[in-house]
């Protein structure tokens, strides 16, 4: 038979249980502290190296601006970034575009790049495909992400949730970036800065010329390019073609026809809508590619000089239609006045000077075969 432990034995085991679980209890504690200062200094570590790499993108791009190239230089289709160097430039300025050959982005960039120097600014110019928005959602978290002084982008009309200009506003002021969005047309219902000359100016000024050249015999198809107004006829071109042609009784419009993404697109809607309206005898283009298009059916068809073109814009294949009379006339957009007025605008903002609302160039070019009018 095997004897009971003693009442002594018994409290010298209950002694050591007590001091071992105080001993462990010690320890864990002390390895805790241990892993405390060790994920504090891990995290304080990763804070100061997120600041230098933030610091050496900024330098990275400071001195990517200090490179001999400039804007506008390069082969078509190349969309690596263009750079225009100031001496002692105090900012550094992105500017988003779409990788077109439209001369609205090249006089927006004339404009840019000329009021730059004397904003103290160095700016780098990225461009994306212009059906490509998720490129350009790319490098606007770039530039958020390399904490950029200021981003000058395109803002197509329609852009909805994280893409729209109140989005990327509050996105960029998150993150301490002058956010100037520029474009033709503010999009409906947002607020905040915007600059750019809307269509409604536009179809003023093209449905005046129509009325000078055909007065109240005017018979007007408009081709307006793809919009997210579902009626042609609420749009704010095809509204300025109306009131203009109200000072000419009898005048009217005929067909609004709208185009998609596409090279030919232009000159499918031109060819049809002409061929469904006989009755046309001027044709009101929104854009330089579907002004192109529209003259070209009158070449193809042999049909120049019976009606009237008033397209849109500048490019070399318009000026060589107005010299050789196939389009009458061009309405063009001031983008270089936008490009300029942007970087002012950037210049105010980081003054502390309250955002502007839209603003709006207030006169067009009117490009001829004679001329300007």
Same mark, same amino acid.
């Given at each position: 038979?095997?004897?009971?432990p $003693?009442?002594?034995? #018994?409290?010298?085991i209950?002694?050591?249980?007590?001091?071992? *679980?105080?001993?462990?209890?010690?320890?864990? #504690?002390?390895?805790?502290?241990?892993?405390?200062?060790?994920?504090?200094?891990?995290?304080?570590?990763?804070?100061?190296?997120?600041?230098? +790499?933030?610091?050496?993108?900024?330098?990275?791009?400071?001195?990517?601006? +200090?490179?001999?190239?400039?804007?506008?230089?390069?082969?078509?289709?190349?969309?690596?970034? $263009?750079?225009?160097?100031?001496?002692?430039?105090?900012?550094?300025?992105?500017?988003?575009?779409? %990788?077109?050959?439209?001369?609205?982005?090249?006089?927006?960039?004339?404009?840019? $790049?000329?009021?730059?120097?004397?904003?103290?600014?160095?700016?780098?110019?990225?461009?994306?495909?212009?059906? %490509?928005?998720?490129?350009?959602?790319?490098?606007?978290?770039?530039?958020?992400? &390399? #904490? !950029?002084?200021?981003l000058i982008?395109?803002?197509?009309?329609?852009?909805?949730?994280?893409?729209?200009?109140?989005?990327?506003?509050?996105?960029?002021?998150?993150?301490?970036?002058?956010?100037?969005?520029? /474009?033709?047309?503010?999009?409906?219902g947002?607020? /905040?800065?915007?600059?750019? $000359? /809307?269509?409604?100016?536009?179809?003023?000024?093209?449905?005046?010329?129509?009325g000078?050249?055909?007065?109240?015999?005017?018979?007007?198809?408009?081709?307006?390019?793809?919009?997210? !107004?579902?009626?042609?006829? %609420?749009?704010?071109?095809?509204?300025?073609?109306?009131?203009? +042609?109200?000072?000419?009784?009898?005048?009217?419009?005929?067909?609004?026809?709208?185009?998609?993404?596409?090279?030919? *697109?232009?000159?499918?809607?031109?060819?049809?809508?002409?061929?469904?309206?006989?009755?046309?005898?001027?044709?009101?283009?929104?854009? &330089?590619?579907?002004?192109?298009?529209?003259?070209?059916?009158?070449?193809?068809? /042999?049909?120049?000089?019976?009606? +009237?073109?008033?397209?849109? %814009?500048?490019?070399?294949?318009?000026?060589?239609?107005?010299?050789?009379?196939? !389009?009458?006339?061009?309405?063009?957009?001031d983008?270089?006045?936008?490009?300029?007025?942007?970087?002012?605008?950037?210049?105010r903002?980081?003054?502390?000077? #309250?955002?502007?609302?839209?603003?709006?160039?207030?006169?067009?070019?009117?490009?001829?075969?004679?001329?300007?009018?």
């Amino acid at each position: 038979m095997v004897a009971s432990p $003693s009442g002594s034995v #018994k409290a010298t085991i209950a002694a050591s249980e007590i001091a071992g *679980s105080c001993y462990n209890r010690a320890g864990m #504690k002390k390895i805790s502290w241990i892993l405390a200062i060790v994920f504090g200094l891990a995290f304080l570590g990763a804070t100061m190296m997120n600041v230098v +790499l933030v610091g050496k993108a900024r330098a990275a791009l400071a001195g990517a601006y +200090l490179g001999p190239r400039r804007v506008g230089e390069g082969p078509p289709g190349d969309r690596a970034p $263009s750079r225009v160097s100031t001496e002692a430039a105090r900012f550094q300025l992105f500017v988003v575009i779409p %990788d077109t050959d439209d001369s609205f982005f090249s006089g927006l960039l004339e404009g840019i $790049s000329e009021a730059a120097p004397a904003a103290g600014a160095a700016i780098q110019v990225f461009r994306y495909p212009g059906t %490509d928005e998720g490129e350009a959602d790319r490098y606007f978290e770039i530039a958020l992400r &390399a #904490k !950029i002084d200021g981003l000058i982008m395109y803002a197509p009309r329609g852009r909805r949730g994280p893409s729209s200009i109140a989005a990327r506003t509050a996105a960029a002021e998150r993150n301490g970036v002058v956010f100037i969005p520029v /474009g033709t047309d503010a999009p409906s219902g947002e607020k /905040g800065p915007f600059i750019g $000359s /809307g269509s409604l100016l536009q179809g003023i000024a093209g449905g005046k010329l129509i009325g000078r050249f055909l007065g109240s015999g005017a018979r007007v198809g408009i081709i307006i390019s793809t919009s997210e !107004i579902e009626s042609g006829t %609420d749009d704010p071109l095809y509204r300025g073609v109306r009131m203009s +042609l109200s000072g000419f009784p009898g005048a009217e419009i005929v067909a609004v026809a709208e185009t998609q993404a596409g090279i030919l *697109s232009g000159q499918a809607v031109a060819e049809s809508m002409l061929r469904s309206h006989p009755s046309i005898n001027a044709v009101l283009c929104s854009n &330089a590619r579907d002004t192109v298009g529209a003259a070209q059916v009158l070449v193809d068809w /042999g049909d120049v000089g019976k009606v +009237l073109i008033i397209g849109a %814009d500048e490019t070399p294949d318009i000026q060589r239609y107005i010299d050789k009379g196939v !389009i009458a006339a061009s309405v063009v957009r001031d983008s270089k006045w936008i490009g300029e007025e942007a970087v002012r605008v950037f210049s105010r903002l980081k003054a502390g000077e #309250k955002a502007p609302a839209t603003v709006e160039t207030s006169f067009l070019v009117i490009k001829t075969k004679e001329g300007q009018l």
